[in-house]
């Protein structure tokens, strides 16, 4: 079982082929709390999360910094 919070995220164009770690990264302002565990463990997750005084849903950091990178509103 395992809790992130993942902050400060960045997210680097790789379209062109060029270095474009050399560039401006663009900045996403989200805070996200990762909860990693087993199916075992769904009911523990379940109470863990009923603690948190905000909703919870699926997230991928990925696809977000494709829709940021893209201009795609979620």
């Not at 062109?16 to 199916?39: A, S, T």
Request: hydrophobic share 30%.
């Amino acid at each position: 079982f395992r809790i992130t919070l993942d902050f400060d995220l960045r997210y680097h164009n790789m379209e062109v082929r060029q270095n474009n770690f050399n560039k401006i990264p663009l900045k996403d302002p989200n805070k996200i709390i990762e909860m990693k565990y087993q199916r075992s463990d769904d009911n523990y997750a379940k109470k863990i999360a009923s603690q948190f005084s905000f909703r919870l849903h699926k997230n991928s950091k990925y696809v977000n910094g494709i829709y940021a990178l893209k201009h795609i509103p979620q």
